[in-house]
């Protein structure tokens, strides 16, 4: 397996030792293939990082520990990895432990495993539950600092949150599909992932509590632990259809977006307005063809800058103390989308 990166290094990315990384390299047995698949994912991402690993300055390892659907874990990793050489003379290198459904026991021992191993940061996307809150806070004990992105645990030792204001996100959205919907009937409908990400939940209450002020009599709909997967969503809102003949618009506050695209199209309903979050390719596709009236975008980068400054001012290498401020909440429709 060529490389042009030390066995240390390549253990450090991988999180293994000298000896397992060297096994591997060699192609000698007693090794898990999930740990040969470890040492893999560890060069490529040693390969998409190697103009960071060049650069003089301190170093810092961060982990991105995130149960989120795979669109948006890309989102994330491009955009941090497009800001790492804005953050020089600082080295920061990461690591990525990412899945779209994660059982509570299995992040939790991650998150111990992270712990364990040390890190000089970790940048979390999971629940808002006492576990995770707990796990947190030995992540802490072990001077690692945790900062939340998109969805809060705030009842825990996390350092910042980064990301938009999920409140004002829902009230931007139902201000738009109020603005947008011409029959003064109709019901909209909310799609949701899951009950214990706080950031849905909030976004959720911010809709309700806006379209209770710009629409008081609009009826809401709710589709409920979707888990953001386009299968799922299909399924659910396909049934939520057959169940109401009144639905005509959609605010996709967790994702699955072709899905709920294509149950309209099974069930031969037409949307009026549908509102949702994140330009992942994906979404960009649905907007081009205007399946999607809008798109309720944040910039990804400016957050992983935020993240970087959070892990560095807490380690004293930047002055002061780094406090994030909510992203800026932008409208995208098919006639703005960035590059």
Sequence with gaps: MPHPYPIREIARQAGVSDATVDRVLHGRPGVRPGTVQ?????IADLERQHTQLRL???RFMLDLVMETPRRFSTLTRDA?????????PAVIRARYHLRERWPLPELIAELDAVARKGSHGVLLKAPDVPEVAAAI????ARRIPVVTMVTDVPASTRVAYVGMDNRAAGGTAAYLVSRLLRRVDGAVLVVTSG???RGEEEREMGFRSALRRYDPERRIVVVANSDGLDATCRRL???ALEADGDVVAVYSIGGGNRGIVAAFDDAGRSCEAFVAHDLAESNRQLLSEERITAVLHHDLRSDMRQVAHAVMSYHGALPGESRPVPSTIQVITPHNVPS
């Design 137 to 140: 806070g030995r992540l802490t």
């Design 38 to 42: 470890q040492v893999q994912q560890a």
């Design 237 to 239: 809102v396909r049934e």
């Design 56 to 58: 003089s300055g301190r």
């Design 80 to 88: 941090l990895e497009a800001e790492l050489p804005a953050l020089r």
């Design 195 to 197: 009950d214990l990400f």
